[in-house]
């Protein structure tokens, strides 16, 4: 019984920060891969959130295929979570093939990362009016989220 009470407390506690609909978007300072700190702005429309390797991979291939200027043009932000990555990994590995990629990716800290709901094996969708979130939800795949900018 106390590892259910436990666990069901934890699940509270990982989502009792997260953007929620009804929410101003973000307003402090995240950093992308070029170390320039951005501030997701009142006029967005989308954010999308990329908790694991697998839906960064979806979304670094689907915008690697767009003309350069596609997320500003689309009023988007790519935030990916490596939180959970080993700082040697992100500084060696992972930060240096970002930096060659033509789109700024916003990278969550520690202290950032609860801030967005992220469920295992899916893009977090944020849709946003008026500065507020209208809509969360998730998708798998690519033919998903190009459905999100048609």
């Known amino acids: 019984m106390k590892k259910v009470l436990f666990s069901a407390l934890l699940l509270v506690a990982t989502f009792a920060n997260a953007l929620s609909i009804g929410d101003s978007t973000p307003t ?5 891969q070029f170390e320039k700190a951005h501030t997701i702005a009142a006029d967005t429309k989308t954010i999308l959130v990329a908790a694991d390797k697998d839906t960064s991979e979806i979304l670094r ?7 350069k200027g596609f997320l500003e043009a689309n009023k988007a932000y790519y935030v990916a ?13 992972a930060l240096p093939k ?3 990629y033509p789109f700024s ?9 609860k801030e967005f709901t992220k469920k ?3 893009i977090t969708v944020y849709s946003v009016n ?3 979130i209208s809509d969360v939800k998730y998708i ?9 900018f048609k």
Do not use: H
Request: without cysteine; hydrophobic residues 40%.
């Open 130 to 132: 008026n500065g507020k």
């Open 61 to 67: 291939d689907y915008f690697l295929t767009k003309e």
């Open 98 to 100: 970002m930096k060659k």
């Open 120 to 122: 295992e094996g899916n």
């Open 105 to 113: 990716i916003l990278l969550v800290d520690e202290n950032q990362t």
């Open 81 to 93: 979570d490596i939180s959970g990555m080993p700082s040697l990994i992100a500084k060696f590995f």
């Open 28 to 32: 402090f300072a995240i950093n992308d």
């Open 140 to 148: 798998k795949n690519a033919e998903e989220l190009a459905g999100l």
